[in-house]
């Protein structure tokens, strides 16, 4: 079945930086574009991040310039290095994509990024 692991959450302050990886199984990885969601407290998915299959990217502007995605196919793994962190970045952090208005891939269990001094 298809598996969407992720990892590399915490809690940091702001100006901070965090390195979040997701670990994809059950399907052909390199076939498919990933995306980064995030979701905070009290409010729906937000859309951050994506890498295509030929690694072209493309930001959210709420995280453009700080965020940097990545993908190693070879591995199964895309990355989402998150830089200058804010506390508004303070939310639950899923790799997934939208297909036709949803998010097609179960849910993993997230990881968890806290910005607070």
């Known amino acids: 079945e298809v598996q969407l692991v992720e990892s590399g959450g915490g809690m940091v302050q702001p100006g901070g930086s965090l390195r979040l990886s997701c670990a994809a199984s059950?399907?052909?990885?390199?076939?498919?574009?990933m995306s980064w969601v995030r979701q905070a407290p009290g409010k729906g998915p937000e859309w951050v991040s994506r890498?295509?299959?030929?690694?072209?990217?493309n930001y959210a502007d709420s995280v453009k310039g700080r965020f940097t995605i990545s993908r190693d196919n070879a591995k199964n793994m895309v990355f989402l290095q998150m830089n200058s962190l804010k506390p508004e970045d303070t939310a639950v952090y899923y790799c997934?994509?939208?297909?036709?208005?949803?998010?097609?891939?179960?849910w993993g269990q997230g990881t968890h990024v806290t910005v607070s001094s």
């Open positions: 997934n994509e939208l297909r036709g208005g949803n998010y097609y891939y179960p």
């Open positions: 059950g399907f052909t990885f390199s076939m498919y574009d």
């Open positions: 890498i295509n299959t030929g690694g072209s990217t």
